[in-house]
């Protein structure tokens, strides 16, 4: 055999099994998807009703007692949007400047480095951060506090996120806006953020999914309560919590509540995910390739 058919028989092996690898692979995380889904839907789905989403906790909620989970919903809802919104004002910024103003320096290898770090810190370091800040300043757990601290769990998620798609933005586009007399703001603006937009929409999004799944980080920063928050000084439940505290019960009709709460959040965070692809899908219609 000569050593041309050697090499394309070794090539194809190699191709088959890392075909077989990647079909493998699918299957294991469709089969983790569908058992997460089945055992969420199968056990949470028959404590669920009209009032675990439209009622706050009644009297002895957590031991059996009526009412339901809008506090945490809403609670969640306000952390995660208010973090997303915060750790945006934050990212835009520092994106457009590792990829207009410095994107070969020192300086910019030096953030993404850092960025990575940050993002591979458990979120129960952040809540504890946050909670040494609040105790050096006098501060009592409460919906601002939380908002802070997830926001600076999702900054880092969000300018990878960003940094990633500006990053594969032709060269060729943003010469074209140079040599058409723009400036670096104009270039930004014009070609970086619209060619961009479908990524950046994403990114926004899995912030804010992480955001809203999220619970050390909230667990000693906005507190628990039953009540509905109404302002940003007091303390807001969430749905992770909420999950913890019930499947910690002995009784188990609140266990079930528990379930079904697991299976609010879930279907949460599906809907974030939905609506990624369709934003993505719809903005990638006004990107140039």
Same mark, same amino acid.
Request: hydrophobic content about 55%; charged content about 10%.
């Given at each position: ?78 952390? =995660? ?53 609040? +105790? ?20 880092? +998620? ?44 994403? =990114? ?59 299976? +609010? ?5 599906? +809907? ?7 934003? =993505? ?9």
């Amino acid at each position: 055999m000569s050593m041309q058919k050697r090499w394309w028989r070794r090539a194809h092996l190699e191709e088959s099994l890392f075909g077989v690898l990647m079909r493998l692979s699918a299957v294991v995380l469709v089969l983790a998807l569908a058992g997460i889904l089945g055992s969420v839907l199968v056990r949470g789905l028959p404590a669920m009703s009209w009032d675990m989403i439209t009622k706050a906790p009644e009297g002895g909620f957590y031991l059996g007692g009526g009412g339901g989970l809008l506090n945490a919903i809403l609670g969640s809802l306000y952390l =995660a949007g208010g973090g997303t919104v915060l750790a945006f004002l934050v990212s835009l910024p520092i994106a457009l400047g590792l990829n207009v103003y410095a994107p070969s320096s020192r300086w910019a290898t030096f953030t993404r480095l850092t960025l990575d770090v940050l993002w591979g810190v458990p979120s129960l370091v952040y809540g504890a951060f946050g909670f040494l800040i609040m +105790i050096s300043m006098g501060m009592r757990a409460s919906l601002g506090a939380g908002i802070l601290v997830v926001s600076l769990l999702q900054i880092p +998620i969000m300018v990878r996120g960003m940094d990633e798609v500006m990053r594969l933005i032709p060269s060729g586009q943003k010469e074209a806006a140079f040599g058409l007399g723009a400036t670096k703001l104009e270039m930004a603006r014009a070609v970086v953020l619209r060619q961009s937009l479908p990524g950046i929409f994403t =990114a926004v999004l899995l912030a804010f999914g992480r955001g809203i799944g999220d619970a050390a980080s909230v667990l000693f920063t906005a507190g628990f309560t039953d009540r509905i928050p109404t302002s940003l000084a007091g303390p807001a439940a969430s749905l992770p919590l909420a999950v913890f505290f019930q499947l910690s019960s002995p009784f188990p009709e609140v266990r079930a509540r528990g379930y079904a709460a697991a299976l +609010i959040l879930t279907v949460l965070i599906l +809907i974030v995910s939905g609506l990624s692809r369709a934003l =993505a899908r719809r903005l990638s219609r006004n990107v140039v390739n």
